[in-house]
C-alpha cells in the first residue's frame, strides 16, 4: 500500500480481503488515537499488530487482566509479559 492517505473505509474493505498491512495500518491509526476499542477489534479479528499494541499498553501498566484477555484472545507474547509481570 503506497498511498500513505488512505482512508479508514478502504483499509477496512483491503482487510476484508486479508490484506495484513491494512490491518497493521488500522491498528497503528487507532493506537494512535488511543481508541482502544477500535484495538480490541481488531485483535478479536486476527490482527495481530494490535495484539502487540494492546500488549505494549497492557505491560506499561501492568494490568494484568488485560493481558489475560489479550493473551486468551490468540496473542501469545501477551502470556510471556503476564509471566513476566507476575514473577516480578
Known amino acids: 500500500?503506497?498511498?500513505t492517505n488512505i482512508d479508514r473505509e478502504t483499509l477496512?474493505?483491503?482487510t476484508d480481503e486479508g490484506n495484513e498491512t491494512a490491518w497493521d495500518r488500522l491498528a497503528d491509526?487507532?493506537?494512535a488515537a488511543g481508541d482502544l476499542e477500535e484495538l480490541s477489534e481488531l485483535l478479536d479479528?486476527?490482527?495481530m499488530r494490535a495484539?502487540?499494541?494492546l500488549t505494549r499498553r497492557a505491560a506499561a501498566v501492568g494490568d494484568l487482566r488485560?493481558?489475560?484477555r489479550i493473551r486468551d484472545a490468540g496473542?501469545?507474547?501477551a502470556g510471556i509479559e503476564l509471566d513476566r509481570l507476575?514473577?516480578?
Open 86 to 88: 507476575l514473577k516480578g
Open 75 to 77: 496473542y501469545d507474547e
Open 45 to 47: 479479528e486476527g490482527c
Open 1 to 3: 500500500m503506497e498511498n
Open 29 to 31: 491509526l487507532a493506537d
Open 12 to 14: 477496512r474493505e483491503l
Open 51 to 53: 495484539g502487540f499494541l
Open 66 to 68: 488485560e493481558l489475560r
